[in-house]
């Protein structure tokens, strides 16, 4: 078997079963939401270190806890390399410390059949942490359940279609996208105030054509912005055009520090 090994325990979550396990479950139990969700085909979570991200992250973990979710399409950014199109992770698990997650791999063969842009690979799984910090999550939330890793290398329109016309052909009640991605960086939380919330706005209105567009005038960041674009789109080719913002924060309530803030949000795409 390949096995991704986990690169980033011991920073962006703690490298020790027992005590990952003790935060996450601490961060669930501080980010109940308020109401429940039938027919979720998707949820949106940031991705920085639990300590900034995780309990905004636990709102919509908390939705799907002990759904009958078969497979996890994870559709993450990428920080470190890049490359055109989308990348499937080609081994056969990813590991945290919680254990190994096996790869879908039928799904894996349906999704690169015929698609050009989208390519089993190690491109963009090396280091990539955006992607890894949402396994655990979904270890703790979730009992049998395989992923579909992928990475992309471009969040360009193009390769935001094509992925979410793949996606949609196999999308079904037991399948769940998570789409990985923080907002602004590093500007004074008023600032970030102001560009994040056009991305809020944008989820709650199901207007994923308006996000990309807002990304692409820059009057609006989010680093996996065309991650959430393609899980909307995704979902809307399947009917589901519904879509909340659970929470949404900045850095600045675990450091206290408002002259560079990172925006967070969680979501979820429902019928």
């Known amino acids: 078997m390949t096995v991704r090994e986990p690169a980033v325990a011991g920073m962006f979550y703690p490298a020790s079963p027992s005590k990952l396990k003790a935060e996450l ?3 669930l139990d501080k980010s109940k939401p308020t109401k429940n969700f ?4 998707a949820i949106v979570v940031p991705h ?6 995780g309990k905004t992250a636990g709102f919509a973990y908390n939705l799907i806890k002990d759904k009958d979710f078969e497979t996890v399409i994870i559709i993450s950014p990428s920080h470190r390399e890049y490359f055109p199109g989308c990348s499937i992770y080609s ?8 254990g190994e997650v096996f790869v879908n791999r039928e799904v894996r063969e349906r999704l690169i059949e015929n698609n050009e842009n989208i390519f089993s690979g190690i491109e963009g799984h090396r ?3 955006a992607l890894e910090v949402q396994i655990p999550f979904l270890q703790m939330v979730l009992k049998d359940f395989t992923i579909v890793p992928i990475v992309m290398g471009d969040q360009s329109k193009l390769y935001v279609d094509e992925l979410a016309e793949a996606l949609a052909s196999i999308n079904n009640e037991k399948t769940l996208f998570v789409a990985s991605s923080d907002l ?4 004074p939380a008023d600032h970030a105030d102001r560009l994040d919330s056009k991305v809020e706005e944008r989820i709650n209105s199901f207007d994923y054509t308006g996000l990309i567009k807002d990304l692409e005038s820059r009057s609006s960041e989010a680093c996996g912005g065309g991650c959430i674009a393609t899980a909307m789109k995704a979902s809307s080719i399947n009917g589901i055009k519904k879509s909340k913002v659970l929470y949404r924060n900045t850095s600045a309530e675990t450091s206290g520090d408002r002259s560079e803030v990172v ?4 979501a979820v ?3």
């Open 127 to 129: 280091a990539e942490h």
């Open 38 to 41: 039938e027919n979720i085909s």
């Open 263 to 266: 925006g967070y949000l969680s």
């Open 48 to 53: 920085a270190g639990i300590v900034y991200s």
């Open 25 to 27: 479950q601490l961060l």
């Open 269 to 271: 795409i429902y019928k």
């Open 91 to 98: 081994g056969d698990a990813y590991k945290t410390p919680l």
């Open 184 to 187: 602004s960086h590093f500007y």
